[in-house]
């Protein structure tokens, strides 16, 4: 009799490893972001400050002194040499991050909100809006698998959900977190995993084609806020209340 396997079984035999290479003890670092061709991460912080760090050297090589409050978000968009910062006293900054120029700031709105709200860009109306957690949502990241897109949440009510992004639908609910998920990160090896991190100081590995939980890590620096993946490496950093932790990650058959 002819035995026949189909991919997507043998993705599902896949596990998932993470393995603590490096840490660095700072201020609560409470955003983290990789360029895409240098060796920087981009690094926000719980007192106001942001820092590029160097993962390769392990040395700070800029730091911007921002405000005397919380650093929620820190981005690179390289292509204009820009670092794009926002924190909780409602103002959005961009600087060049050659000269460190401040090139403008603006004050923002924003709401503690429930809803995951879509909009195409210059429109003043809002394309869908669902309301899918009980509490708050901390983080919402486009992700892609196979031919599919998908949209991630996180949320104070200690899950995240997975969204169709064509229907607007839940697709799964990731359950398992003791406190508010704070991030997520997708990580593709020899199988695609959503990594999620916590206030209760955990990241969770969940493989992306049966939704199990793969994994569980504990940070022993504090609760985790932000995670990063270095791309073309193996290799993700993890935000926590005492600084960086950088881990080796691997996936292996079963």
């Known amino acids: 009799m002819e035995l026949v396997v189909s991919l997507s079984n043998i993705l599902f035999l896949f596990r998932f490893w993470f393995q603590k290479t490096f840490d660095r003890r700072s201020e609560r670092v409470k955003s983290i972001y990789l360029h895409p061709t240098e060796s920087w991460v981009l690094i926000g912080t719980h007192l106001g400050n942001v820092c590029i760090w160097n993962h390769r050297t392990q040395v700070s090589e800029k730091t911007f002194e921002i405000a005397n409050s919380r650093v929620r978000s820190a981005k690179f968009i390289a292509r204009k040499e820009w670092v794009i910062i926002g924190a909780d006293d409602g103002f959005i900054r961009v600087y060049n991050y050659n000269t460190m120029e401040n090139i403008t700031e603006f004050k923002a709105h924003s709401d503690f909100i429930r809803s995951l709200v879509l909009w195409d860009l210059g429109s003043l109306e809002p394309r869908s809006s669902v309301n899918g957690h009980t509490e708050g949502l901390?983080?919402?990241?486009?992700?892609?698998?196979?031919?599919?897109?998908?949209?991630?949440?996180?949320?104070?009510?200690?899950?995240?959900?997975?969204?169709?992004?064509?229907?607007?639908?839940?697709?799964?609910?990731?359950?398992?977190?003791?406190?508010?998920?704070?991030?997520?990160?997708?990580?593709?090896?020899?199988?695609?995993?959503?990594?999620?991190?916590?206030?209760?100081?955990?990241?969770?590995?969940?493989?992306?084609?049966?939704?199990?939980?793969?994994?569980?890590?504990?940070?022993?620096?504090?609760?985790?806020?932000?995670?990063g993946f270095i791309e073309g490496s193996s290799e993700v950093v993890l935000g926590c209340d005492e600084g960086i932790l950088i881990g080796q990650v691997s996936s292996a058959g079963c």
């Open 138 to 227: 901390n983080s919402v990241k486009f992700y892609e698998t196979g031919e599919k897109l998908y949209i991630l949440t996180g949320s104070d009510d200690h899950t995240a959900k997975v969204w169709d992004y064509e229907s607007m639908t839940c697709v799964k609910t990731l359950e398992g977190h003791t406190h508010n998920v704070t991030s997520f990160q997708c990580v593709k090896l020899d199988a695609s995993f959503i990594i999620t991190g916590s206030e209760d100081q955990t990241v969770r590995v969940w493989n992306t084609q049966t939704y199990n939980l793969d994994y569980i890590f504990t940070s022993d620096l504090g609760r985790v806020w932000t995670i």
